[in-house]
């Protein structure tokens, strides 16, 4: 049984519960991450061949050795990677592939830059991604990144054996993607999903979805940062985004004191629950590829060019966010969205996909196993939780799940300090006692340099 290891927040088969995982952070900032690395681990998971396991998201260098004696490879699905906030995790994943002598095959990386795709603003980590993209080569036959501006990036930084593989998660069926417009046209009672960063919104996008909140009934909000899903279960405003009032995760908006509003913590939960709609719209573009997947037509506003490329090489309909009027009605972006070219090329999307696994090494299930049927299964046998939504409740159940856990950690962090204190007194104990005996152990002055001391000058002996 071939082992591999899969950089990932969770595992799909991990039940996490919402205090929990907001605690934790096990979609690290933001839930989109979930939506590519399930589908990876869907994707490499072959009954009787291979394991897939998560390791997290946290790089720890020091555990190299034990990765290269358990694992047979080590996969690492990125999104937006190659951006200055990214940098300094890019430098310790560089660290720990220096290490391994396992193979290491990058997924879908992409670089972000605006929508004029001048990469001037990577300038600044040049060496870095030099660094990273030399050492997952020493290790790979390929890097897969997310599209052409990606792939043209890294080709101008001299690197050749790049290869645009878009990214995972719209390969979670496998050669399977079906999207179909089940209605003739938007209406007010269209069930309507929408999407937005916090810089998107800010930008345009918050009026856009204004004016649909005051004109659909039945629209919704879905966040994806760690941000929004704070303030939906805890009300938790205390940072510079979670100030941001247009946002309609904010209390004081609109939709979130409608309960208009959710956030998934796991990928199954989203999907499912987008298949109930009839559109989706936004600047997210794993916002909109999880409605996809879900078979509801969706479109991208693109914001940046870690959005526009994955739009143009999967041929998801989109407009830029910076050309469209104020006033856009998402029923003319649904009545103008052509999904033919996105459905009828993804088979030789799907193709070019697995031969890249194939080049590097790495089956898949729908070539060489069950095509996910085993995986799937064994995650709609599990229950997970139902998407965060605005507490705007006081009912006993509501306020007992919160406080019961707040009481919990109160409990462990009340523990956990009583433990330092003890090992701080066992410390302060062990050093007073090294220095009295270090006052013991220092020599008594012979005779000869106590007189000496007295006299203020060297001693000569008589004649």
Not at 40 to 66: D, Y
Request: some cysteine.
């Amino acid at each position: 049984m071939k082992r591999i290891l899969l950089r990932s927040g969770k595992s799909p088969f991990d039940v996490v519960p919402v205090e929990e995982a907001l605690h934790r952070d096990v979609f690290a900032t933001n839930s989109g991450n979930l939506i590519f690395s399930d589908a990876t681990h869907k994707i490499l998971s072959v009954p009787g061949s291979t394991e897939v396991v998560s390791n997290g998201i946290a790089t720890q260098v020091s555990a190299a050795g034990r990765i290269n004696e358990e694992y047979d490879a080590f996969v690492v699905p990125l999104a937006n990677a190659f951006r200055p906030t990214f940098e300094g995790p890019l430098k310790r994943l560089t660290q720990l592939i220096s290490k391994l002598k396992i193979p290491v095959v990058v997924v879908g990386v992409g670089a972000q830059a605006g929508l004029d795709n001048d990469p001037a603003r990577l300038k600044s980590m040049e060496s870095t991604v030099r660094e990273f993209v030399s050492a997952v080569l020493d290790h790979s036959a390929s890097i897969g990144v997310r599209g052409e501006f990606t792939a043209k990036y890294l080709t101008d930084l001299g690197f050749k054996d790049v290869e645009i593989i878009g990214c995972p998660s719209l390969f979670l069926h496998g050669e399977r993607l079906e999207v179909t417009k089940r209605a003739a046209a938007i209406t007010p009672e269209s069930r309507i999903s929408t999407n937005g960063s916090h810089t998107a919104v800010r930008a345009g996008l918050g009026r856009i979805i204004g004016r649909a909140h005051a004109n659909y009934p039945h629209l919704r909000y879905i966040g994806q940062n760690l941000t929004d899903a704070r303030q939906l279960h805890w009300r938790d405003t205390d940072s510079p985004a979670g100030r941001i009032r247009e946002m309609p995760t904010h209390p004081d908006h609109p939709m979130y004191r409608e309960d208009k509003v959710r956030v998934y913590i796991d990928p199954v939960t989203w999907i499912d629950d987008l298949k109930e709609f009839d559109y989706s719209f936004g600047s997210r573009i794993h916002g909109n590829i999880a409605a996809l997947l879900a078979g509801t037509p969706a479109t991208v506003l693109a914001f940046d060019s870690r959005t526009l490329e994955l739009c143009r090489y999967f041929e998801i309909p989109h407009r830029l966010l910076s050309e469209v009027p104020a006033d856009l009605d998402p029923a003319e972006l649904y009545e103008e969205a052509d999904f033919s070219a996105l459905t009828g090329n993804h088979q030789e999307r799907f193709d070019r996909f697995t031969a890249f696994l194939d080049k590097n090494g790495l089956e898949n299930t729908f070539t060489h196993g069950d095509g996910g049927k085993a995986f799937d299964e064994r995650l709609r046998a599990l229950r997970f939780p139902e998407g965060v939504r605005p507490w705007i409740d006081a009912d006993p159940a509501s306020l007992t799940s919160r406080f019961g856990w707040l009481q919990q950690r109160i409990t462990e962090l009340d523990t956990h300090n009583t433990q330092l204190q003890r090992e701080l007194a066992k410390s302060r104990a062990g050093a007073k006692a090294a220095a009295k005996a270090a006052a013991k152990a220092v020599p008594t002055p012979s005779m000869y340099r106590r007189a000496r001391r007295v006299m203020g000058r060297a001693l000569k002996p008589s004649k």
